[in-house]
């Protein structure tokens, strides 16, 4: 069935220190990936995606690994800032634009 | 910046009402959206909407629900007889393309719904 799930519902970390968040997921045939952050009382905003023929994306101060044995991917964010606050959340992209989102993990970066 | 704009921003109705919350995607993006996200919870997808038709649509999405585009510009989810459960922020999303592996999904901020 379609599952999407996170390991830790809050992380906290110090400014400056890199963050990992993880993300599980159950379909073995899924392929594609995408982070997104959700700034209180905003909507989720397009942070990095991964397709299933890659094991590692980088983008600006964020990073993806996707394993597929374990079925489980991360996201990396380096020298993570104030502004970085907010809850993120990891999404199966189904055909079609279909989202199956994660529980979401909220990320407090301590000045 | 482009970006896909709701309307109301928060709506208190009360059970039993008929609401429509409103959505202008952005101008020449093709495939709609709505998600919601109950307070606390992870966001649903409830429909997809192409060509003046529903594309794939959740077991949430009920006859209760519909979704129509009324005009070139505007997108709207209308819930026919709310319900306390249908108590939620509403996102509107809009892409340029369908295929999925864009990634580039824009949402709107949300309508939140109340229903007392």
């Known amino acids: 069935g379609e599952s999407v799930g996170l390991h830790l519902p809050t992380l906290s970390v110090q400014e400056g220190d890199n963050s990992i968040i993880n993300c599980a997921y159950s379909n073995s045939a899924s392929d594609y990936f995408i982070w997104y952050k959700q700034e209180s009382g905003k909507g989720p905003q397009f942070i990095i995606d991964?397709?299933?023929?890659?094991d590692k994306r980088q983008g600006q101060r964020v990073t993806v690994l996707l394993n597929k044995t374990v079925k489980h991917l991360s996201l990396q964010i380096a020298a993570t800032q104030p502004g970085d606050s907010a809850v993120y959340f990891c999404?199966?992209?189904?055909?079609?634009?279909?989202?199956?989102f994660g529980q979401g993990t909220e990320l407090s970066v301590k000045p | 910046e482009p970006e896909v704009t709701q309307t109301p921003s928060h709506q208190v109705t009360q059970m039993g009402q008929e609401v429509i919350l409103r959505c202008v995607p952005i101008s020449n993006h093709l495939y709609f959206y709505w998600y919601r996200q109950i307070l606390g919870q992870k966001v649903e997808f409830l429909v997809s909407?192409?060509?003046?038709?529903?594309?794939?649509k959740s077991e949430i999405f009920d006859d209760q629900f519909s979704v129509e585009r009324p005009d070139g510009s505007n997108f709207t989810l209308k819930i026919r007889s709310t319900k306390l459960e249908d108590s939620a922020m509403y996102f509107c999303?809009?892409?340029?393309?369908?295929?999925?592996?864009?990634?580039?999904?824009?949402f709107g901020e949300g309508s939140r719904l109340t229903v007392l």
């Open positions: 999404a199966e992209n189904l055909q079609g634009g279909k989202l199956i």
């Open positions: 999303a809009s892409s340029e393309s369908g295929s999925g592996y864009t990634g580039e999904l824009f």
């Open positions: 909407f192409y060509n003046n038709e529903i594309s794939e």
């Open positions: 991964i397709r299933s023929n890659m």
